[in-house]
């Protein structure tokens, strides 16, 4: 990142990133704190929960100093049923004091608090309030809706829903500059919430890019217990692969060595990867049902009956035939509340040529991941239909193509048929699938000419300069008005 100083930020030398969530799931807060402290020069107190353990490059720079808050603590599901309003307010108020505390007594006061929204209470509110008890400015990144994201569970026309809003109407307008992900988003917060935001788009860091074959290769050796030991059984991608790893260490699932020349095996399944936090704004039944669909049109394509035996098609595969469709291996990452409950649905799939993972990575290794699938799924539909998912960035950073969910907006960031494709069932989806891995992996020009689209396109800016040009100055002006 770049290291140039044009406009001074405040003048205690100091920044606060506030997220009420997982720093280590919150990318985006991640980048801010790099970039304060990379590119405005400034110490940088980051104020969020623990969990997932943070990019390298976070725990690695000098001026960044995280401070992990205590949470809430489990409640048993019946209590906080019976309970579920007292349950709610009781929650409500003690992230709210946790919080103010941190903000007001734990760190030193911040030319700027940058907050995460959502979640919106009491995170606008405690993170409001400590900027006018230490004379700081107040700067909301806005990633979604909060209340949106509470309708999912509780319905639109809840009351607890409409008062959230309020919450996040009020205290939004109260900030001393707003971000935003998309222009749909800027136009929502200026037309009907009396927000004026920058758009900051989602752009990938300089560690997002294609994955060079030496560490896909050692990727693929660190990731071969996960891949090769599902705990579901075996499948298309398990049958075999104990005793090619028993005979050769040099050979993983995808990739091989022969001396010091390494390289992608012709029989290899087709590696598509799918990260989410397992949250009811993405139906992973969606992807399941393509996944079966997939696996039945190719049998019918190729003229397989009911009688195939699944051992005899893994055997073949595996000695090195080659079909005209491939095997389809999805690797799922993330955590979330829904995981459990799609695991259960993957353990009951009998399929013949697909198979899943799902697993969590670090910081460093996702990104390598990407760089070496040769397809991308998001599901992401998004509870306002004005945010972007990330995920996608990521993807096209790492020179991956993709298939993603069509709504609202999503067209601000994939270019049908140039970086990837749309859909809006999982028969779409099925049929993408099948059109773009027909002839797998040498002869599949239509997956070639996306990646290719996806690579010319690349990114005009990566988040750095993204960040110099419209984050910089919202902040710097927003901070300088205090003094």
């Given at each position: 990142m770049s290291g140039r100083k044009e406009e001074n930020i405040g003048r205690r030398g100091r920044a606060a990133v506030v997220?009420?969530?997982?720093?280590?799931?919150?990318?985006?807060?991640?980048?801010?704190?790099?970039?304060?402290?990379?590119?405005?020069?400034?110490?940088?107190?980051?104020?969020?929960?623990?969990?997932?353990?943070?990019?390298?490059?976070?725990?690695?720079?000098?001026?960044?100093?995280?401070h992990t808050m205590k949470q809430w603590p489990t409640i048993p599901r019946i209590v906080s049923k019976i309970f579920y309003p007292l349950v709610l307010l009781f929650k409500a108020l003690f992230q709210f004091f946790t919080l103010f505390w941190f903000l007001c007594v734990k760190i030193p006061s911040p030319d700027v608090f940058i907050v995460q929204n959502p979640p919106s209470v009491p995170t606008l509110v405690a993170v409001k309030w400590a900027s006018w008890l230490r004379n700081s400015a107040f700067i909301v990144d806005w990633h979604n809706f909060?209340?949106?994201?509470?309708?999912?569970?509780?319905?639109?026309?809840s009351r607890f829903v409409a008062l959230y809003h309020w919450f996040e109407k009020y205290y939004g307008k109260a900030a001393n500059g707003s971000l935003c992900v998309t222009?749909?988003?800027?136009?929502?917060?200026?037309?009907?919430?009396?927000?004026?935001?920058t758009v900051l788009y989602d752009q990938p860091p300089e560690f997002f890019r294609p994955t060079p074959m030496e560490e896909k290769h050692k990727l693929f050796c660190r990731l071969h217990k996960d891949?090769?030991?599902?705990?579901?059984?075996?499948?298309?991608?398990?049958?075999?692969?104990?005793?090619?790893?028993?005979?050769?260490?040099?050979?993983?699932?995808?990739?091989?060595?022969?001396?010091?020349?390494?390289?992608?095996?012709?029989?290899?399944?087709?590696?598509?990867?799918?990260?989410t936090s397992w949250t009811p704004d993405e139906d992973f039944s969606m992807l399941l049902e393509a996944a079966v669909m997939y696996d039945r049109r190719v049998a019918a394509i190729l003229n397989e009956d009911?009688?195939?035996?699944?051992?005899?098609?893994?055997?073949?595969?595996?000695?090195?035939?080659?079909?005209?469709?491939?095997?389809?291996?999805?690797?799922?990452?993330?955590?979330?509340?829904?995981?459990?409950?799609?695991?259960?649905?993957?353990?009951?799939?009998?399929?013949?040529?697909?198979?899943?993972?799902?697993?969590?990575?670090s910081a460093e290794d996702y990104p390598l991941l990407l760089g070496s699938a040769d397809l991308g799924i998001c599901l992401h539909t998004s509870s306002s239909g004005l945010d972007l998912p990330m995920k996608v960035v990521d993807m096209f950073g790492c020179?991956?193509?993709?298939?993603?969910?069509?709504?609202?907006?999503?067209?601000?960031?994939?270019?049908?048929?140039?970086?990837?494709?749309?859909?809006?069932?999982?028969s779409e989806l099925a049929n993408e699938l099948l059109m773009l891995f027909k002839g797998f992996p040498d002869n599949c020009d239509a997956l070639k000419l996306l990646r290719n689209g996806v690579v010319e396109a690349g990114f005009s800016a990566r988040w750095d300069t993204e960040w110099e040009r419209h984050a910089k100055p919202l902040i710097s002006k927003a901070s300088s008005f205090l003094f």
């Open positions: 997220v009420l969530g997982d720093i280590g799931r919150s990318p985006r807060m991640q980048y801010h704190a790099l970039s304060l402290a990379r590119q405005a020069s400034l110490e940088v107190d980051i104020v969020a929960y623990g969990g997932s353990t943070p990019h390298s490059a976070v725990l690695e720079n000098q001026s960044i100093h995280i909060g209340y949106t994201l509470l309708g999912l569970s509780l319905g639109r026309s222009r749909a988003m800027q136009h929502e917060l200026a037309q009907n919430w009396g927000i004026k935001a891949l090769c030991h599902p705990r579901s059984g075996q499948d298309c991608v398990t049958a075999g692969t104990m005793e090619l790893w028993n005979q050769d260490t040099d050979e993983t699932l995808f990739t091989a060595k022969m001396d010091t020349d390494i390289f992608l095996k012709s029989n290899r399944p087709a590696l598509v990867v799918s990260s009911d009688s195939t035996k699944e051992e005899v098609l893994w055997k073949e595969t595996n000695s090195g035939k080659q079909f005209l469709y491939p095997r389809l291996l999805f690797i799922i990452t993330g955590k979330g509340p829904n995981k459990e409950k799609y695991e259960e649905k993957i353990r009951r799939l009998k399929l013949n040529r697909v198979a899943f993972r799902t697993m969590w990575l020179g991956l193509p993709v298939c993603a969910v069509s709504y609202s907006c999503i067209e601000e960031l994939v270019k049908v048929e140039k970086n990837g494709l749309l859909f809006s069932s999982s």
